[in-house]
């Protein structure tokens, strides 16, 4: 064998390893959508990802250093937060809201359940500033971090900066989370022919489309857009939704259509977390439905389900989780790097 | 040629090199000068000192303001009604409290004298929904909203024995650019020779609202933007 052959060998060996890597960063499957997400402005880059992920899971973020993102947001709820049907902050603080799971986000146009947010990269501004969050200020996240050995490092790396900014930890944090792409469930396994579904779950996808696909309409399993989705007020909440945020009456008790990809793992369900299981979600859209002015056209004439569609139905439902996304350990905690002697710095 | 003559030769072009050197020194020089505007914060023609105490003529109780921020946007320069200048830097944050953020760097050209000047006071929509920005857009800079996406266009902090709040303090954060509660205003002014200095009359706005009954206002909504018209008689060119 040649000197030449090997050399060829080796260039295309590094050639596949750069493409594999661009794959890892951001992908997705042909019958996705377009993203939202104007990647020219942020451009996807390893170093900028890893420094994301890192802030992702540092309670530097929270005033007194005990809260993170993934406090919240955990890997192994799709980046929701089971069990706890309202957010849960520094000093025990309880929200108003539940943690919505986070992936996907590279679609959505606007964040949190009111839509109060209109881009990714301003999304963190929120819970960092917020009381029952993490109660802390930008500014002093990014002084924290410019006296951080660790940040220096992982800032120098990314930006070629080693002072951190409000700009680069904001996209450094959209880095990461626009990487969080769930796409590998069963049922995008049926869609791209290397699985099929049983007849039941054929007969809850069928279901599905007839009942459920205009809101949470396929392949992201929402069309992030907002509707009244007939919940009763909760009278210890008063929240009305993106009213509070509009002002507007058309927009009263408006709520962010969530995906329904991964809900095994993000119960409880709706934006106050009041139902801790499927059945209860589906009791609600076939027998609760709470009837106001700005109830979605859908909801107006009731749903009919018997009991063998609602089972035909969950069956298909739980072909939407992916597991493969759920325990990816490039979404994990990096405990290389904040378990080293530089992380966590108080 | 001679090697004196070859000398006094290298002589006369280095002394003439130095001179072109000093006379473009000096232009460059010159052209700082011009190159700028500045903004002056006033309260009844006194420049404001932050935490000085100051008497309200209209509503006869003193006011001290704390903190102004604003944001001077898209600039341009006109002659006789032609557009013959933008600004490359879009968008200025003036703070009161720091005094190299009142003097806007305009590149403006020597010798014209332009005869208006038309600004944005405000961040606009584009702007405001395009994710995380720097330098002086930078979130860090206290002039972004958190709880709801947008920019804070003008903040006027203080207080006054008028505002029956805890501390007697008042808030004006005008910002936000969703219809129909978006408060940017374009600001015209007529320049007269020379003189790139303008007052920021904050009297304009103090004296226009009732400091017993209004006197927060922080969010984008229907009061926000009725106190952003006020905006529009803010400037003055110095005197």
Request: with cysteine.
């Amino acid at each position: 064998m040649s000197l030449k052959y090997s050399i060829l060998v080796l260039i295309s060996l590094g050639c596949m390893g750069f493409y594999t890597i661009e794959l890892k960063l951001f992908d997705y499957p042909e019958y996705f959508p377009v993203p939202e997400y104007n990647f020219d402005e942020n451009p996807l880059e390893e170093a900028k990802v890893e420094l994301g992920r890192a802030l992702f899971y540092d309670p530097i973020l929270s005033k007194d250093n005990t809260i993170s993102c993934a406090s919240c947001h955990s890997p192994y709820n799709a980046f929701a937060h089971t069990d706890h049907d309202l957010s849960h902050g520094i000093n025990d603080e309880i929200g108003t809201r539940n943690a919505p799971a986070l992936f996907n986000l590279a679609w959505q146009k606007s964040f949190m359940w009111d839509g109060a947010i209109n881009h990714l990269d301003v999304q963190a501004l929120a819970p960092i500033s917020h009381p029952a969050e993490m109660g802390e200020s930008i500014a002093n996240v990014v002084n924290k971090l410019q006296n951080s050995a660790l940040y220096r490092k992982m800032f120098f790396e990314a930006y070629g900066d080693s002072l951190a900014t409000g700009e680069y930890t904001l996209k450094a944090l959209s880095q990461f989370q626009l990487t969080l792409v769930s796409s590998n469930s069963k049922y995008d396994k049926v869609k791209v022919g290397k699985d099929s579904f049983t007849v039941q779950e054929q007969a809850g996808y069928t279901l599905f489309i007839k009942n459920c696909n205009s809101c949470h309409t396929e392949p992201l399993f929402s069309n992030y857009s907002f509707a009244n989705n007939g919940l009763s007020i909760d009278t210890t909440l008063n929240d009305y939704g993106k009213w509070g945020i509009s002002k507007q009456s058309k927009d009263s008790l408006l709520f962010k259509i969530p995906s329904l990809r991964n809900l095994s793992y993000t119960y409880p369900y709706m934006h106050d977390g009041r139902f801790k299981k499927l059945n209860e979600v589906l009791k609600h859209y076939t027998t609760g439905i709470s009837h106001s002015k700005t109830i979605a056209k859908e909801l107006k004439r009731p749903i009919i389900l018997s009991s063998n569609d609602k089972v035909d139905l969950i069956a298909f439902l739980l072909t939407l989780n992916d597991k493969d996304f759920v325990f990816d350990p490039k979404n994990k905690f990096p405990r290389d790097i904040l378990m080293s002697s530089e992380g966590f710095k108080k | 040629m001679t090697k004196t003559q070859v000398h006094t030769n290298l002589m006369k072009s280095l002394a003439t090199s130095i001179g072109l050197c000093l006379a473009l020194l000096y232009n460059t020089l010159d052209l700082t000068a011009q190159q700028q505007i500045s903004f002056v914060p006033k309260l009844y023609n006194q420049p404001i000192i932050v935490g000085h105490k100051y008497f309200l003529e209209q509503q006869k109780d003193s006011v001290q303001i704390d903190k102004l921020q604003f944001y001077i946007a898209n600039i341009y320069f006109y002659l006789d009604a032609t557009e013959v200048h933008e600004v490359a830097q879009k968008h200025f944050l003036i703070d009161i409290e720091n005094t190299s953020s009142l003097e806007l760097n305009c590149n403006l050209e020597e010798g014209i004298n332009y005869n208006k000047i038309k600004f944005d006071l405000g961040i606009d929509s584009t702007t405001n929904v395009s994710g995380a920005m720097g330098g002086d857009l930078d979130p860090t800079n206290g002039m972004y909203w958190t709880w709801q996406s947008g920019y804070i266009n003008f903040k006027l902090e203080g207080s006054s024995p008028l505002c029956p709040a805890r501390k007697n303090e008042f808030q004006f954060h005008i910002g936000g650019y969703q219809a129909p509660y978006n408060p940017l205003q374009t600001i015209e002014l007529a320049l007269t020779k020379g003189n790139l200095s303008i007052d920021v009359n904050i009297e304009q706005l103090l004296d226009q609202v009732d400091l017993t009954q209004t006197y927060k206002i922080m969010s984008p909504n229907a009061e926000a933007v009725a106190t952003s018209q006020l905006f529009l008689q803010l400037f003055q060119q110095s005197k």
